[in-house]
């Protein structure tokens, strides 16, 4: 026989074995779940009304219980007129750049993103310390599209961009089709080259505050009120000229740390320029080693006094050196009233950079000025004073947050949260720090002398340090 009929036990034992098994799928599947639990477990009712479920809702973070004040026009004289001349000893001269043979004046690129107070004080003491302005190009990186050159944002808008002040200056505005990374930005400076055909550019950043050497500076130049007298401009086109000197393989010339730079776009192109997937920090670190390890040389040079700083001159005024106007800068981002009982934090971290910024300060401040002369005394209120914000700037390191006293612009174009946009930049910015090691198998920017690696090697080695 091919199939035997089971005896009475096993049938028994193959029906129970599948009643369970029928069970367990009714548990199993959603649809019959419900039914099968509501055979066991309702009580009396049979048919139950659904329950009414709460609609999900959000947790809100709490409100910060405070915010820095709304930040003033540091520049109220253009509401009403036209900006005051420049101090007379530097005005540049037309057409400088055709003496020092250079066929292409040199643009000076400056990038915004946030802080208006910031961006207008870095151009607005590039030109009064001489800097042509027709050559100034500000890189509008907002994001917001067109609302800006429509007008369309306020004042407390961190992205806020007044094109008319800009225009006013005599400043050119190039805006960035959407928001680029700090890399990103770098890379549309070198295809700005290939637009405009710029042989060389300069670029800035924008919370700086330059000054000429109106003081005089040993073999760099005379005081301003002597012949021979050259500004931060002139200067700087000295430098360009001495890097263009037969035999030399240049890619950057730094002035002032990295405040103000030189490029040489061929070297840029040689490298293939910045690495995007490392958008801000460890970048600079990554592009200027890969120039290294082709050969591409960069040095210092000096044109000029160029303050990091993170606050603003009350009245920019100031900076045309106007008479009876004060030199003032007031805090865009004050630190929250202190509360009862908080305990002061630690600062022995930043003991040496404070030990590096009250040197600066009293250099500065120890100055003397009486029975001076009058242009060099107000050119040494605003040395003194951009000692001041740089000392602001570098002292309480624990809310170097320039780019959080603006924090209005609700409802406006393009509006996107300043507290979330600065949390986000945090997180784009150590996923870059990642990329940097993971391409370099090196965790620091010592790529050469710390780990002996060539330009040929990213991406190709092992990590070389250990998991703890
Ligand atoms: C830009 O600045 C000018 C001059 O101060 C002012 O009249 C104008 O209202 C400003 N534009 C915006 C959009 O704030």
């Not at 509008?140 to 806020?160: C, D, I, K, M, W």
């Not at 192109?269 to 958008?279: H, L, S």
């Not at 242009?375 to 700037?393: A, C, G, T, V």
């Amino acid at each position: 026989m091919l199939i035997r009929m089971p005896n009475r036990r096993t049938a028994t034992n193959v029906v129970a074995v599948m009643l369970v098994f029928l069970f367990l799928i009714g548990l199993v599947l959603p649809s019959s779940r419900t039914t099968v639990r509501d055979l066991l477990f309702t009580k009396g009712d049979a048919t139950p009304a659904p329950k009414q479920q709460d609609p999900p809702r959000p947790k809100y973070k709490p409100t910060p219980t405070y915010l820095p004040p709304p930040i003033k026009d540091n520049f109220p004289l253009l509401a009403t007129s036209k900006p005051p001349p420049i101090p007379q000893w530097n005005q540049p001269r037309s057409d400088m750049h055709k003496e020092y043979d250079l066929p292409v004046a040199p643009p000076l690129l400056i990038g915004f993103t946030r802080t208006w107070p910031l961006l207008l004080q870095a151009v607005v003491s590039y030109i009064t310390a001489g800097w042509p302005a027709s050559q100034i190009y500000v890189v509008e990186n907002t994001g917001v599209q067109q609302a800006n050159a429509r007008g369309q944002l306020s004042l407390q808008n961190p992205f806020y961009l007044n094109h008319t002040v800009l225009k006013t200056l005599g400043v050119n505005v190039i805006t960035t089709p959407t928001l680029l990374s700090f890399a990103q930005l770098q890379n549309f400076f070198l295809s700005l080259t290939y637009t405009h055909s710029w042989p060389y550019y300069f670029w800035s950043h924008m919370d700086v505050l330059a000054l000429s050497f109106e003081d005089g500076r040993e073999g760099l130049t005379p005081p301003y009120n002597q012949p021979g007298y050259k500004t931060i401009y002139e200067l700087a086109l000295t430098a360009l000229r001495d890097a263009r000197a037969p035999g030399k393989k240049w890619a950057i010339r730094f002035f002032a740390y990295d405040h103000l730079a030189l490029v040489n776009p061929e070297a840029y192109e040689d490298v293939g320029g910045w690495d995007t997937m490392i958008p801000y920090y460890m970048t600079d670190c990554d592009m200027h080693t890969r120039l290294t390890m082709r050969g591409w040389g960069q040095e210092e040079a000096k044109a000029g006094i160029i303050t990091d700083v993170a606050a603003a001159l009350e009245d920019l005024s100031a900076l045309y050196r106007v008479e009876g106007v004060a030199v003032r800068f007031t805090d865009p981002n004050p630190p929250p009233p202190k509360e009862e009982g908080d305990k002061p934090k630690t600062r022995k971290r930043w003991a040496q950079e404070e030990a590096v910024v009250d040197k600066r300060d009293t250099a500065a401040s120890q100055h003397d000025t009486r029975g001076e002369d009058p242009n060099l005394q107000r050119w040494h209120e605003l040395r003194k004073i951009s000692d001041k914000m740089f000392q602001h700037k570098h002292g309480d390191r624990e809310r170097n947050t320039w780019q959080l006293g603006q924090h209005g612009g609700e409802g406006e174009p393009f509006h996107y949260d300043a507290a979330g946009f600065a949390e986000a930049l945090d997180l784009i910015t150590e996923t870059g720090r990642e990329v940097f090691r993971r391409k370099w198998g090196h965790r620091g920017c010592d790529l050469i002398s710390g780990a002996g690696l060539k330009y040929d090697d990213a991406w190709k080695v092992e990590k070389d340090w250990k998991k703890r």
